[in-house]
């Protein structure tokens, strides 16, 4: 599942768009975003697992500085989350407007030290310990209570 193919990638080792387009009908490449593919899914996919699916196919387009954040970061961390918060993919820039939602990505903005970033599976994302506070700010207390409790497992 974790194995992202990129449309970029693939025209540079010289495929063209007739080529990703009959991969794609041929059941080759199968879509999780505009420019991302993986080559397989499983048949049944928790929501959670769908959503990492797609924050791996998204980090690669991201811009320099994104840091994967709150809900998604919480899939990232395993922590619980609900459909609802995990319908676009959170990150968040180090400054301190700019902020928007698009169909795919939620961006906020905020300070971001050195410390409140760590990697997972090779993408940034906010820390365990902010990554809760994040929560704490934007999602029902229920949910936040829930990420918090499960990350004092860990």
């Known amino acids: 599942m ?3 193919v990129l ?15 009959r991969m794609r009908r041929d059941g080759d490449l199968i879509p999780v975003r505009r420019g991302a593919y993986v ?18 196919a998204t980090a690669p387009q991201l ?15 395993r922590l619980p989350t609900w459909p609802e918060a995990i319908d676009r993919v959170h990150l968040t820039r180090n400054r301190s407007s700019g902020g928007n939602r698009r169909s795919i990505v939620q ?29 704490c700010r934007t999602v029902p207390i229920e949910q936040a209570m829930a990420a918090g409790d499960r990350s004092l497992a860990f």
Not at 8 to 13: A, E, I, P
Not at 39 to 56: K, V
Not at 63 to 77: E, K, N, P, T, Y
């Open 107 to 135: 961006v906020h903005t905020a300070p971001l030290p050195d410390d409140h970033v760590t990697t997972i599976d090779g993408v940034p994302v906010t820390s365990l310990a902010r990554n809760v506070l994040d929560l």
């Open 7 to 21: 449309a970029r990638t693939l025209r540079s080792q010289g495929y063209d768009e007739r080529d990703l387009a």
């Open 2 to 4: 974790d194995d992202i």
């Open 39 to 56: 080559r397989e899914r499983p048949a049944e996919r928790t929501c959670a697992e769908a959503h990492r699916e797609l924050i791996l």
């Open 63 to 77: 811009h320099d500085g994104a840091v994967i954040s709150h809900a998604s970061a919480a899939v990232l961390h």
